[in-house]
């Protein structure tokens, strides 16, 4: 039935090669990128989080692409991926360590190895999702993690084998140390060259301690990140790409003492406090035009927990820097031991609804050019994935989350919501 011809090794290279082109087109195209004011919002996701959600050892790539649709249906402008802390990490490398090797006996971890043993990784899968979706991808960091605290640099080969670099009495390595700097630095140029990501995000929120000594030490922090800046624009030209974005996310104020009569809702220092003290230059990093955009931010504040958005986009007014404080999931009217917030619980959905509305609009008429979120978890609603996280968060809650996320980025289409009787319109 059907007639076969033979076809030269030449033109099999040949034809391998066009396809090679057209599919870094067809990539370069659905990765172009906004301006840095015009992002929208910036959803910054945990590492782990699909993988704890999945069917862990009997995880696939299909189920974990899933995942990141879910996501994906908040509609942010850009998400940050973390992908490590910033070692362990959560893809193939051979300068970090993959976050299974040394935490097997988890749930998260055995997801990833079951991936990995697919061939891939949970970067990749979130680049293929986001590429289908178009959504721009960063590669984020959390710059000096001590999620695992006495746990953290067993989890890493670098740390194990370099426990006398650590801060003291911390959890986590300096980067005042030569040798933790320069493993740093080839762990950034690994991912942007390894994976087709739109840039990097440097998290110096998750978490307190960045480097010793910062009031001296703060340069060190600020040739990472010009380094980086350099790294990044030197890939964008290998790569046929107009820019790669290098956004952080930082300190709630710029300089001065925290106090809760200013900030209600937030955590004592050393949770929060400002950049100057986590010796976070960003006044060099901005007026160097190091950076695409800032998310100044608290660490896990109850309602209102929001920043100085103000004084950050007078720092960046004559610049083409975006402005994307965070906010945050939780009020302060909601206690550890309430019921979970259900969608037909009308009154609380209400209430969240409008406090929700309100902090997003805060943030706008103090001058922020989008909106930004941090584990706001939409996709562990129920039915989405086999072992949805925090139950304590409702479906009602989580629901309101995605809807409003999807509204985010048009200030105009939230006071509507904002002013309208409509709670999520599933329920209309």
């Known amino acids: 039935m059907f007639d ?52 862990g050892p009997e995880a696939t790539p299909d189920e974990y692409r899933e995942g990141v649709g879910h996501m994906l249906d908040a509609k942010p402008g850009v998400l940050a991926q973390s992908i490590g802390q910033p070692d362990p990490v959560f893809h193939r490398s051979n300068v970090a360590t993959p976050w299974p090797k040394h935490r097997g006996e988890h749930w998260d971890a055995k997801a990833m190895s079951a991936l990995m043993a697919a061939g891939t990784d949970p970067l990749q899968l979130t680049v293929e999702v986001c590429r289908q979706r178009g959504v721009p991808i960063l590669a984020s960091y ?36 030569p040798e933790v700097y320069e493993h740093r630095t080839k762990l950034f140029a690994e991912v942007i060259e390894n994976y087709d990501i739109d840039g990097l995000e440097f998290d110096y929120k998750r978490w307190i301690f960045m480097i010793s000594n910062p009031s001296e030490n703060h340069t060190i922090l600020t040739r990472m990140v010009r380094e980086t800046r350099q790294m990044l624009d030197e890939a964008a030209k290998r790569k046929g790409r107009k820019r790669l974005l290098l956004g952080v996310r930082v300190e709630p104020m710029i300089s001065g003492e925290l106090n809760n009569t200013e900030f209600p809702g937030a955590q004592n220092p050393p949770w929060n406090r400002s950049c100057e003290a986590s010796g976070l230059d960003i006044r ?11 998310c100044p931010s608290h660490f896990w504040p109850k309602w209102p927990g929001l920043p100085r958005t103000a004084e950050f986009v007078e720092l960046a007014k004559d610049k083409d820097i975006g402005i994307y404080p965070t906010v945050w999931p939780q009020p302060a009217w909601f206690g550890d031991k309430d019921p979970p917030i259900e969608p037909d619980d009308t ?8 406090d929700l ?6 943030c706008y008429d103090a001058g922020a050019d989008g909106i930004s979120t941090y584990n706001w978890l939409p996709h562990h609603q129920r039915g989405m994935l ?19 996320h999807g509204l985010m980025s048009d200030r105009a289409a939230v006071v509507a919501y904002r002013n309208s009787d409509m709670i999520l319109p599933s329920a209309q």
């Open 4 to 55: 076969f011809i033979e076809i030269s090794p030449e033109l099999i290279v040949f034809g391998a090669a066009m396809l090679a082109m057209m599919l870094v087109v067809v990539f370069s195209a659905a990765a172009e990128l906004p301006g840095n004011r015009r992002l929208g919002s910036i959803l910054n996701n945990d590492g782990n989080n699909i993988l704890f959600a999945s069917s």
């Open 142 to 177: 959390r710059m000096n993690a001590e999620d695992l605290h006495d746990k953290e640099l067993d989890s890493y080969d670098f740390g194990r084998e370099n426990r006398r670099l650590r801060i003291a009495d911390r959890n986590c390595l300096d980067p005042a140390h």
């Open 284 to 294: 060099t990093w901005i007026d160097e035009d190091l950076i695409d955009y800032v």
């Open 347 to 354: 009154e609380r959905m209400l209430r969240y609804k409008n």
């Open 357 to 362: 509305c309100d902090l997003v609009l805060t």
């Open 386 to 404: 086999p072992k949805p996280m925090r139950p304590n968060w409702g479906d009602g809650d989580k629901g309101l989350q995605m809807h409003i």
